[in-house]
């Protein structure tokens, strides 16, 4: 194993399985976790070498919201908000303790918790974001409502400020922020982008200089002397829909099994990783072949992350 510059020996990870779908209209995608660990997930992980922690599946039974109306046009804004700052604690807890939290989803609201947690263990962890999404509409830009298209700005601290959501600290600095993957960001975002001087490479960027020489780039931007903890936070629709289909917002265009493989790959080389999600494997879309052929290439993605190689 690589050795690692923040998680003490003996090397451990937390599973924190997030069957949560309340920050998108689409059922199942509370399914991905469950899948992901019946796959096989947790001693595929130990044959890395990991201690593996899990305590079974947040279901978060206990957080009950009698009404719900939108704010705005926010959905679900009271249950994404409860369930987001609950995982935010645990994931906190467990960086706490020197462990890895490996956060399974689940829709990518719940990143609002995970980067929260990881933050208040280590305040000037970057974050790396895969996806096709940007993931950062506030609530003016927002045409949907549907707030795992919003965490990023809720991390940053944009926007008009939602009572609901005063919890998660604005901690996150735009230069703390790097996209790689995009390919579907609405206009709204990509003011934001601009604005905030957020570094994004797109598929475009892959395409001219190779997933290898943007890795290093994007690197470069929010880890410049490689000594700060990595979040790597992986929404399975920055791969193509050939690669990953079972996810909800799939977009053509995406990052290949090797390119998509080669991002943790090369994360887990610097020995900085702290944090893991993967995010918006969803089990009731598509065939049963599509989804059995999504969440393998879940699992796989993780045991990248997480130290497996070919020699």
Not at 28 to 52: F, R
Not at 81 to 102: C, D, L, N, R, Y
Not at 117 to 137: E, F, Q
Request: proline residues 6%; hydrophobic residues 40%; glycine residues 10%.
């Amino acid at each position: 194993m690589v050795e690692s510059r923040f998680i003490p020996e003996p090397k451990t990870l937390a599973i924190v399985g997030c069957p949560f779908s309340g920050g998108q209209p689409k059922a199942g995608v509370d399914q991905g976790p469950i899948h992901l660990v019946q796959a096989g997930l947790i001693p595929q992980l130990e044959d890395l070498g990991w201690k593996v922690i899990f305590d079974g599946h947040h279901q978060f039974e206990e957080i009950n919201v009698a009404q719900d109306p939108p704010i705005g046009i926010l959905k679900n804004p009271r249950m994404v908000s409860k369930v987001t700052k609950a995982v935010a604690q645990v994931v906190g807890e467990h960086a706490s303790k020197g462990q890895i939290p490996v956060t399974l989803g689940g829709d990518h609201s719940l990143a609002m918790g995970t980067i929260s947690g990881t933050l208040s263990k280590y305040p000037d962890a970057c974050v790396v974001w895969i996806d096709a999404h940007a993931d950062i509409n506030t609530s003016e830009t927002t045409e949907s409502g549907n707030i795992h298209g919003m965490p990023v700005s809720f991390l940053l601290g944009l926007g008009s400020k939602v009572e609901e959501f005063s919890w998660v600290k604005p901690l996150l600095k735009p230069e703390q922020l790097v996209y790689i993957g995009l390919r579907d960001v609405d206009a709204g975002e990509k003011k934001i982008l601009r604005d905030n001087n957020i570094k994004a490479f797109s598929m475009h960027e892959v395409d001219k200089y190779g997933i290898g020489k943007v890795v290093e780039m994007a690197l470069d931007h929010v880890n410049p002397n490689r000594d700060k903890p990595i979040h790597l936070s992986f929404d399975v629709d920055a791969l193509d829909p050939t690669v990953a289909p079972s996810t909800g917002t799939p977009v053509r265009g995406g990052l290949t099994f090797r390119e998509g493989h080669y991002i943790c790959e090369a994360i887990y080389e610097t020995g900085l990783l702290v944090a893991l999600d993967l995010m918006e494997v969803n089990p009731s879309l598509e065939n049963e072949e599509s989804v059995k052929q999504t969440v393998a290439v879940g699992c796989s993605l993780l045991r990248s992350a997480l130290g497996e190689t070919l020699l």
